[in-house]
């Protein structure tokens, strides 16, 4: 196709365009086309396109530039152009729009079937051409498939441009159109989709991508099933093989006309960022705009230049009520209310359109029965070549409802300022107050009426060379919304603002954050001092010589102080790279590694593993470690790694000494046990044999005789126990003590009742340790508190209280005391206080001491003489226990 001579560009009636081409109905044609989405073309008097817009020659598939000049049979059949020649002859006569059914021939040969309004001058005008508006209703997507990208962008400009991904829906949810950004957002091929049904997709295809699929599919077939209200909502998109994770915003609407009435519009948008900043403003959610109107929700007619009815269409019949007939001819000021008549606003309007090219006015009009409703009017000249005014174009859209939903929430809006815990008050152009809410007239300490109209910095000229003139003036210059936190030393406060603005002045929200300023001063200064505490802490940590480690749940260390490196030799580098157990010992590691993971289901820790240093020499060493969480809610452990060679060397001393003891005390008992069971021998025949030849001072003696042989037999054995406390024991274990005391008091029942013994025993705690020493301390303790009771009856009281890491157990009781000169010596071995006549032993508190040691532990006692005594040690708490 090459263009005529008298085609133009493409625009509606460009100032290039020949005056022979050019009517009054150019103009008319120029502001239809910009205002109604259907396509639009412009004839001349030969049947020649000169003007037609986008969607006109995207749906015949070809570019505006190819269609400019061409006679109208490139699109049309013969018959169909002697159709339109018909229908332009009739309205020539009639002026009574008739719709034509005619089919387009594209560019790729496939017809699509359309309806086509033609507007042309009456007969009294000279014939300069004429104007189509064509709708077709029945293209689909898979008939554009193939076509140019003008067609598609013709399709795209339903989905807002196609800046989000979208699909576009027929009315048997068939999916017209996928956008590629679908494919990359849901990780499928989106030309695939084309066609299918978008139900079966979801199922498919789609909800597999999505957290929470089934919500999902629910929400989107619910508003299929309904398809009568729009929706928003967000989705999480799972990353995968072909898609990334990303939060999608979904938006999607019903299509209540055109060419997919009845279909459905989805949006996605990609709002990952947002979600992602943790210090970002929650943005404001996009406002659904709806599709293309149709043409039926405007009053498009137009006036000659009297401001007189020359033509009208459906949809001025729907909005004001006349018919054709009745309106034709009839001056504008018919449809303005009484006021506005007497008032010219008509001609006024007239007058201002003719000397601006157009004017826009809201208010109140009248229908045809008298009724009044809110309107939204454009008024455009329409002029010649020559300038001359022909008439006028005039829109006109029903805005009742909005304008009654405006009214209320006016009257709401003034309520609620006024409701609101944050200062209010708006400004005019030149910085007059010509609102201010209570709060705002409070924080202010201004009254309303006397700062209404009164200018903000006259009322408040120390503002007038600070922050806030600074970010109103740029507000406004800009037309730029600000938002700053800045002190005001007048009021001796600090206020956070947001200020908008408009054409008309300037909103300012504001608060007083006085107290969260200094709040957060309050905090920074915490930090402040919680650093100086942490990095006093740090050089503390790097002083000891203890290692001071931290461990995460996955084994890392996250820091070790100074000793980590001294002790092993390793630079920070290696440690890291090492990690904890790269520090031990081979035959060690497997061992700290199940106690690290028990004490992160336990809380504490304790064990001894062997550090390997850099130069290859092994160190004992005790790890004791507690959980702690950080800021962050996340758990880690803490512990600290002390040296125990030199405890170690001690033990194998002590074991040493341990072993020759007991071999001594065995082979001691072993000797003295022989002849001292000949003593007791010979001592019983004499009893036997010679009692009754004995005075009574032989008898005595013979008594005296027998009771020493028992004490040496009873010390013997004490003296074999005491030896085998270490190497006899039992191995650790938890222990409830309630029920080693209640065993113990079992044992001791007959001599309890005996001396009328009164034993109370508080809760007791669960310990580590052997049972069976743990009973013979606690027998040993209530034995000797019940021996030293004195005359009256025993009163025996056993307690526990927790002391840091351990327990410490008391056994007090009533009776005749120790002098606080003896409280060490009763633990010696042999150290009875008896006195010559008394029958104690001297072992039972020295194997108490030795069984207390054993378990880590210290024992002592508190006493005077005559005050009883109280006899406390100290024991480990079991590894389960919570405190």
Known sequence: MSPSPGSSNGDFFPDAVDEATRGGSDALAEDLAKTVSDGVYQLSSDMRFVAVNEAFAATAGYSREELLGEHVSVLFSDEDVERLNDEIARQRESRDPVPVELSIRTAHGEPIECVVRVIAPSSDAEFRGSLGVVRSDDVTYPSLRGSTPRSRDVLMSLVEGGEDAAFLLDDAYSIVWADEDIGRYFGVDAAELIGRDKRRVIEESLKEAVEESDRFEERLLAAYDDNTYAEEFEIHVIGGDNREERWLKHRSKPVTSGRFSGGRIEWYTDVSDQKRSADALRETEAEFHSLVDAITEYAIFSLDPDGNVTSWNEGAKAIKGYEAEEILGEHIS??????????????????????????????????????????????????????????????????????????????????????????????????????????????????????????????????????????????????????????????????????????????????????????????????????????????????????????????????????????????????????????????????????????????????????????????????????????????????????????????????????????????????????????????????????????????????????????????????????????????????????????????????????????????????????????????????????????????????AERDGERWVVSVSDEGVGIDPADADRVFEVFQSLDGPDGNGSGIGLALCKRIVERHGGDIWVDSRPGAGATFSFTLPPAGDDDE
Not at 400 to 411: D, K, M, V
Not at 436 to 453: F, I, K, R, T, W
Not at 563 to 589: A, C, K, N, Q, W
Not at 612 to 618: A, I, L, N, V
């Open 334 to 799: 018919a449809f303005y209310t009484e006021t506005d008549r007497e008032a010219g606003v008509p001609e006024r309007n007239l007058k201002a359109a003719a000397e601006a090219g157009s004017v826009e006015d809201e208010g109140w009009r009248v229908r045809e029965d008298g009724s009044r409703f809110w309107a939204n009017v454009t008024i455009t000249a329409i002029r010649d070549a020559d300038g001359t005014l022909e008439g006028y174009l005039k829109i006109t859209r029903d805005m009742t409802e909005r304008h009654n939903r405006q009214r209320g929430l006016e009257s709401e809006l003034h309520q609620i300022l006024n409701r609101v815990s944050d200062g209010f008050f708006g400004l005019d152009d030149e910085w007059r107050f010509t609102y201010m809410n209570d709060c705002a007239a409070e924080l202010l300490e201004v009254s309303p009426e006397e700062a209404n109209g009164a200018v903000v910095w006259d009322l408040f000229p120390e503002a007038a060379d600070s922050p806030f003139y600074e970010n109103y003036v740029r507000a406004m210059e800009e037309q730029e919304s600000v938002s700053f936190e800045e002190f005001f030393p007048p009021l001796d406060a600090w206020f956070e603002v947001s200020a908008y603005p408009s054409v008309t002045g300037l909103s300012v929200y504001f608060r007083d954050v006085t107290e969260r300023r200094r709040h957060q001063q309050a905090i920074r200064d915490r930090e402040r001092e919680l650093k100086a505490h942490k990095d006093y802490i740090n050089d503390v940590l790097n002083t000891i010589d203890d290692l001071f480690y931290v461990i995460d749940r996955e084994g890392n260390f996250r820091r070790w102080n100074e000793s980590v490196r001294s002790v092993t030799g390793y630079t920070d580098e290696e440690i890291e790279e090492m990690g904890p157990l790269g520090l031990i010992v081979e035959e060690d590691r497997e061992r700290l590694a199940d106690n690290i993971g028990e004490t992160f289901k336990t809380g504490n820790g304790r064990i001894e593993a062997s550090v390997r240093t850099k130069s290859g020499d092994r160190i004992p060493v005790e790890f004791v470690a507690s959980v702690i969480d950080t800021p962050d809610d996340e758990h880690m452990i803490a512990g600290i790694g002390r040296d125990i060679s030199e405890r170690k060397e001690r033990q194998r001393q002590l074991e040493e000494s341990n072993e020759r003891l007991e071999q001594f005390a065995y082979a001691a008992s072993h000797d003295l046990q022989e002849p001292l069971r000949m003593v007791s021998s010979y001592l019983q025949l004499i009893d036997e044999r010679y009692a009754d030849a004995l005075d009574e001072d032989g008898q005595e003696f013979l008594e005296f005789a027998v009771d020493g042989a028992d004490r040496m037999r009873e010390m013997i054995d004490g003296l074999l126990a005491y030896s085998r406390i270490e190497s006899k024991g039992d191995s650790f274990e938890p222990v409830e003590l309630e029920a080693v005391v209640a065993d113990v008091r079992d044992s001791l029942q007959m001599r309890s009742d005996e001396c009328e013994a009164e034993i109370t025993v508080d809760s007791l705690p669960r310990v580590e340790g052997d049972r069976g020493q743990l009973h013979q301390l606690f027998q040993n303790l209530l034995d000797n508190a019940m021996a030293y009771s004195g005359d009256a009856p025993p009163r025996i009281r056993v307690s």
